[in-house]
C-alpha cells in the first residue's frame, strides 16, 4: 500500500519542509490524538514523548504536543533519550502510544517522528494507513494556546538501570572499550552503562551541540571508530546512530564487523544455550548468503524478508521467533525488548566474549562471508520488472548458474529513481560474467540515464 507520508520507519523529511514543520506537526498530533480516540474511547489516553538531540526535537515536540493536548490526551514527556527507550518507557508507562522524534542516521537538517504502540511495538502498515486518512482529513491548525497536559519523566535513568541489570557490575575492568555515540541521544546512557560495567572508557561522539549529529561519526562513519580502537589498543569499539536502535562494532585488530557476523555469533550462540526459538532467525534480503550458509551447517534455518527492521519484527512477531536483524545495523532480541537496540546488541556482545573468553575477531569467524559485487543503473522509469524479457531471461539464467552457489538480488530503490544489482557467488570468478549479463540485459529493457 503506498502511502504519502509514513516511509520505512516512520515520517521522516527536511526541517522546514513540507512535513517537517511546525504546522504540519501539529496536523500530526491532532490526528494521531483522533486516532487514539477512536480506538481507546473507555479510558483516558497516555502518549510518551522522547526526541534524539537534534536543534529542531524541541520545536517538533511542541508542535506536536499541543496538537495531542488540544484533543485532552496525557503526554509524558521523555526528553532526550534513545528510541529503544521509548519503547521501553511505552511498557512501563502502561501508554498507548510511544513516540521518537528523530531522524536516525540521517544528518541534522532532517527529523523525523516514529511511532511506537502499547506494546512498544513499531506500528503496522494498516495502522500508519488509518492515521494517513486522519492527517489528511485534519485542517490547517494554527498555533493555538499552550496545555500544560503532562509532565517529564526520566525514561534514560529506567532504561539504562535495566541495560546495567544484564550483566554483574565491574565484568569489565580492564577492558579498554572505545564508544561512539553520534553526538545523539545515546550519549548519556551507553556511556553510563559501560562505566557501571567496569570499562575504561574512551568515549568520542558525547558532544552534542544540536547541529553535529551523526556528523562525521557514528555507525555511519566508522573509520573514526577503527582508528580510535587502533591508538588506544582498546579490546572493542562500539558505534551507534543518532537515535542508537543500531550498532556497528569494531574488533581490537580496528576492523569493522559485518552485520552477518554479528548476528552470526549471536544465533550461533543462542542456539547452543537452547535459546533460539524454533532454530531460525530472520534477516533481509540484503544479508550475504555467507549467514546463511553457516547457520545452516549448524542446523539453523534463515527467514528473509525485504530490507526493513519493522519487515524483520513482523516475520518475529508472526513466527515467534527470539532473534532477527539486518546488516546495516539494527538487530531485535525478543527476550530483553520489542525494538531495534543497539546498546542491547553491545551488551549481547559482550556477553559472549566474557563467557566464551574469545576475541571478536575471533567469534566473527563464525561466518564466512560470500564474495559479492553491487551495481546501480540510474533509469528514466521504473519499469516493472516481470515486463523486462531480457532482464528475465538473464535472470533465470544466472540464476542456473549459480544455482545453491550463490544468489542474485535486483531491486528498485526506494528513494531514488535507481535499479539495484547485486550478485553473491562462493566463488569470485563466477561474480563479474553474472553481474555483465545482467547490466547488459536491463539496458537493453530499460531507459539508462
Not at 223 to 248: F, Q, S, Y
Not at 429 to 445: E, G, H, N, T, Y
Amino acid at each position: 500500500m503506498s502511502q504519502r507520508y509514513f516511509g520505512t520507519d516512520g515520517i521522516r523529511g527536511t526541517v522546514g519542509g513540507p512535513v517537517m514543520n511546525e504546522m504540519f506537526v501539529r496536523r500530526v498530533g491532532y490526528a494521531l490524538a483522533k486516532f487514539l480516540k477512536k480506538h481507546n474511547q473507555a479510558k483516558p489516553i497516555t502518549v510518551a514523548v522522547g526526541r534524539d538531540t537534534r536543534a529542531s526535537g524541541e520545536m517538533i515536540q511542541e508542535a506536536l504536543c499541543q496538537g495531542l493536548c488540544a484533543e485532552g490526551l496525557h503526554v509524558v514527556r521523555l526528553g532526550v533519550t534513545p528510541s529503544p527507550a521509548v519503547s521501553m518507557s511505552v511498557r512501563d508507562l502502561h501508554a498507548d502510544m510511544g513516540i521518537s522524534i528523530t531522524a536516525s542516521h540521517n544528518p541534522a537538517t532532517d527529523n523525523g517522528i516514529k511511532l511506537y504502540d502499547n506494546r512498544g511495538l513499531k506500528f503496522a502498515p494498516a495502522a500508519e494507513g488509518e492515521i494517513e486518512a486522519f492527517i489528511e482529513a485534519e485542517q490547517e491548525h494554527e498555533e493555538g494556546a499552550q496545555f500544560d497536559c503532562g509532565y517529564d519523566h526520566d525514561s534514560r535513568g529506567y532504561y539504562a538501570n535495566f541495560m546495567r541489570s544484564l550483566l554483574h557490575q565491574s565484568c569489565l575492568d580492564g577492558w579498554k572499550v572505545v564508544l561512539d555515540t553520534a553526538n545523539g541521544a545515546a550519549c548519556e546512557t551507553s556511556s553510563t552503562v559501560f562505566r557501571h560495567f567496569g570499562a575504561d572508557l574512551i568515549h568520542i561522539g558525547d558532544k552534542p551541540d544540536g547541529q553535529n549529529i551523526n556528523e562525521g561519526l557514528g555507525s555511519e562513519h566508522p573509520e573514526v571508530l577503527c582508528e580510535a580502537v587502533r591508538k588506544h589498543g582498546a579490546r572493542l569499539g562500539i558505534a551507534h546512530d543518532g537515535d542508537a536502535d543500531r550498532v556497528v562494532f569494531c574488533d581490537e585488530t580496528g576492523s569493522i564487523l559485518a552485520g552477518e557476523e554479528v548476528l552470526g555469533a549471536v544465533a550461533l550462540d543462542l542456539h547452543a544455550q537452547g535459546k533460539l526459538n524454533r532454530k531460525t532467525v530472520v534477516t533481509t534480503v540484503q544479508s550475504n548468503l555467507g549467514l546463511d550458509r553457516a547457520l545452516a551447517d549448524a542446523g539453523i534455518s534463515t527467514i528473509r524478508v525485504p530490507v526493513g527492521d519493522r519487515n524483520v519484527l513482523m516475520a518475529m512477531q508472526d513466527q515467534r521467533l527470539s532473534l532477527g536483524g539486518e546488516s546495516s545495523g539494527h538487530y531485535l532480541l525478543f527476550e530483553h525488548s520489542v525494538s531495534g537496540d543497539g546498546l542491547l546488541m553491545a551488551i549481547t556482545i559482550v556477553d559472549l566474549m566474557l563467557r566464551s573468553g574469545k576475541a571478536l575477531s575471533e567469534l566473527r569467524q563464525a561466518v564466512r562471508l560470500f564474495p559479492l559485487a553491487t551495481e546501480n543503473l540510474r533509469v528514466a522509469e521504473k519499469r516493472p520488472l516481470e515486463d523486462c524479457a531480457s532482464l528475465q531471461t538473464a535472470q533465470a539464467e544466472v540464476a542456473k548458474q549459480l544455482g545453491d552457489r550463490g544468489r542474485l538480488l535486483l531491486r528498485y530503490s526506494g528513494t531514488e529513481p535507481k535499479l539495484r544489482f547485486l550478485v553473491e557467488a562462493e566463488e569470485a570468478a563466477l561474480i563479474a560474467p553474472a553481474m555483465s549479463a545482467l547490466v547488459a540485459a536491463a539496458r537493453q529493457d530499460l531507459e539508462i540515464i
